[in-house]
């Protein structure tokens, strides 16, 4: 089965701090995805990645950057992290970047910014 | 881009067959129909997928209407462990960055 993790299930940060989330996928999928998730706003997609150093930008990109330096591996960072940016953030991979494949998710980590 | 709608809430018996509808009249004709479901405090976790023709697996069966302008997401027997929200999303076909657009999904309860 293919596998998504991710560095923490719970994070609590102050207003400023640089915050890494981390994700690794075990599949050797070339596409890996970070989202945000708030109530009544459903899943947004944050940056994303289609091979080892390649990123695009997704829907709201401001204030979060990315690396993926390995294939498995794709990092978010918050610069500054504010207190806007307490949510859901999930991370995601897929064999490719199309309808014809899955996404496969990982368990999500709750970051609270104060 | 193409946007899903469907009910915000549903509720099921247990061990009952689960409809769950989705309408996508704007859907084209390259874009891909999947469904995932969000257990309580996980990841969304992929469900089904497909195209034009009904298509059954482990979990569930997709039935997609003639002209796709909607799906049916089927669970054949409810249990609790079915309870979740269930997404219904488009995804083209062709590759590149594609707005998808996961929405607010549908809240399945499962009455024991």
């Known amino acids: 089965d293919v596998k998504v993790t991710q560095s923490s299930r719970y994070l609590v940060k102050r207003t400023g701090e640089k915050v890494f989330l981390e994700c690794v996928q075990d599949?050797?999928?070339?596409?890996m995805f970070w989202y945000r998730q708030d109530p009544g706003l459903g899943l947004r997609l944050i940056y994303f990645?289609?091979?080892?150093?390649?990123?695009e930008k997704g829907d709201i990109p401001e204030g979060y950057s990315v690396s993926r330096e390995k294939k498995e591996r794709f990092s978010l960072i918050l610069e500054s992290a504010s207190t806007n940016q307490t949510s859901m953030y999930l991370c995601?991979?897929?064999?490719?970047?199309?309808?014809?494949?899955?996404?496969?998710f990982g368990p999500g980590t709750r970051l609270t910014v104060t | 881009d193409a946007k899903t709608t469907q009910p915000n809430s549903m509720e099921s018996n247990e061990e009952e067959p689960v409809h769950l509808p989705c309408n996508h009249s704007?859907?084209?004709?390259?874009?891909?129909i999947h469904w995932y479901r969000q257990l309580p405090s996980q990841g969304p976790e992929y469900v089904i997928h497909?195209?034009?023709s009904n298509v059954n697996n482990r979990m569930a069966s997709l039935a997609i209407a003639e002209d796709r302008k909607s799906s049916t997401l089927i669970l054949h027997r409810a249990t609790l462990r079915d309870a979740a929200v269930y997404y219904c999303?488009?995804?083209?076909?062709?590759?590149?960055?594609?707005?998808?657009?996961f929405g607010t999904g549908t809240k399945l309860q499962v009455i024991p």
């Open positions: 995601a991979s897929s064999l490719g970047n199309n309808g014809v494949r899955e996404q496969y």
């Open positions: 599949m050797d999928h070339e596409n």
């Open positions: 990645s289609y091979d080892v150093k390649m990123k």
């Open positions: 704007t859907i084209s004709g390259t874009d891909y």
């Open positions: 497909g195209l034009t």
């Open positions: 999303i488009l995804r083209p076909a062709s590759g590149g960055y594609q707005k998808v657009t």
